[in-house]
Nanobody, 115 residues
Framework: QVRLVESGGDSVQAGGSLTLYCTAA????????MAWYRQTLGRQREWVAS???????DYTDSVKGRFAISKHHNRRILYLQMNVLKSDDTGVYYC?????????WGQGTRVTVSS
């Protein structure tokens, strides 16, 4: 059974940094693509970053050069290092993966960036 649990969300000042964590159970990190999404009030959930089973990363344009997605295979933890945070980064961040034809989501962790 796939279970994703996010943590690390907090309130920070613009320009600051934060690391998000996603603890994953029932996911083969060597095969599955893992991703971070975020949802801001009044907007649809948007893709932020992803990492394939082989470690290839990709980012939405607005976070390139500021965010870094990574994973610890043995600990089954997905990370999102966020630097130079902006007020537009405020939202609830979700960890996600697709396995056996279904998409799974965590409960989300809230990030608030104040200017």
């Amino acid at each position: 059974q796939v279970r994703l649990v996010e943590s690390g969300g907090d309130s920070v000042q613009a320009g600051g940094s934060l690391t998000l964590y996603c603890t994953a159970a029932g996911v083969d990190f060597g095969i599955s693509t893992m991703a971070w999404y975020r949802q801001t009030l009044g907007r649809q959930r948007e893709w932020v970053a992803s990492i394939t089973g082989g470690g290839t990363t990709d980012y939405t344009d607005s976070v390139k050069g500021r965010f870094a997605i990574s994973k610890h295979h043995n600990r089954r933890i997905l990370y999102l290092q966020m630097n130079v945070l902006k007020s537009d980064d405020t939202g609830v961040y979700y960890c996600s993966t697709t396995a056996r034809g279904s998409t799974f989501w965590g409960q989300g962790t809230r990030v608030t960036v104040s200017s």
